[in-house]
């Protein structure tokens, strides 16, 4: 079992930063790959970037050199530093664990999710 706990979110104006962070508790074997999901509300959940145990990154087009993934030694603390925000980054974040590769960002692969944490962007 993997328990996920995400934190940082907030509001802020548009062009600022945020940082979420997710601290992740269980066996190790089945956070392989972590990622971050986000949701607006009656949309589908979007995936916004993952990050292997190799250390290897992949990200949505959406947030390509705005935002970044990362993750401690330890891979217990999964972060995403959220630069250049815009309003249409206003969504509940997740962040997700899944034993298996994150060549593809499909919701059926990761069995364990955090709460959500909520970002809104003002214009």
């Known amino acids: 079992q993997v328990q996920l706990v995400e934190s940082g979110g907030g509001s802020v104006q548009s062009g600022g930063s945020l940082r979420l962070s997710c601290a992740a508790f269980?066996?190790?074997?089945?956070?392989?790959?972590m990622a971050w999901f986000r949701q607006v509300l009656g949309q589908e959940r979007e995936g916004v970037a993952s990050?292997?145990?190799?250390?290897?990154?992949t990200s949505a087009d959406s947030v390509k050199g705005r935002f970044a993934i990362s993750q401690d030694n330890a891979r217990t603390t999964l972060s995403l530093q959220m630069n250049s925000l815009k309003p249409e980054d206003t969504a509940m974040y997740y962040c997700a664990a899944g034993p298996y590769s994150c060549y593809s960002l499909s919701e059926a692969n990761f069995p364990y999710w955090g709460h959500g944490t909520q970002v809104t962007v003002s214009s």
């Open positions: 269980g066996n190790g074997d089945s956070t392989y790959c």
């Open positions: 990050i292997d145990a190799w250390g290897r990154t």
